[in-house]
């Protein structure tokens, strides 16, 4: 759609989600309480809720599968060797964080995360931070 004339796109979940109301609205006798209309945000959204719950499990359960690049920005996820597993859990995966996949290995932006989902599955850690910890344990 051209938008120079100064109109924004519609959001097709909200105008068809809205749809679906009216007539299911005019076919109950009772409105559900569940019934409620969807945007395009609210379901991008539920997406980054479960693709947390995902990843967090993941880093708590598998943590040999993650990999950080030396700066953190980029964090791969590998799934030795199930490139079906690395599908499935790519299209969990908002595209705004995604850096893409290579055969079992998903590449997710970790800055992106944090800035749009205010998700830091990294804690940031500086270096006194990782020197009193050092000298924690050796006390």
């Not at 007539?23 to 980054?48: F, G, N």
Request: charged letters at 25%; one cysteine or more.
């Amino acid at each position: 759609m051209d938008q120079s004339d100064g109109k924004q796109i519609p959001d097709v979940f909200t105008v068809s989600s809205h749809l679906l109301l009216s007539l299911i609205e005019q076919h109950l006798p009772v409105k559900p309480d569940w019934l409620c209309p969807l945007s395009y945000r609210t379901y991008q959204a539920m997406r980054a809720v479960q693709f947390q719950r995902v990843l967090v499990e993941m880093i708590r359960s598998h943590p040999e599968n993650i990999a950080l690049s030396r700066d953190k920005r980029l964090m791969q996820v590998r799934f030795g060797g199930d490139i079906r597993q690395a599908m499935a859990f790519e299209k969990s995966v908002p595209e705004f964080v995604s850096k893409g996949r290579i055969a079992d290995a998903v590449k997710l932006d970790i800055q992106a995360m944090e800035n749009e989902l205010g998700f830091a599955p990294i804690p940031h850690s500086s270096l006194v931070k990782r020197l009193m910890k050092v000298w924690k344990k050796r006390k």
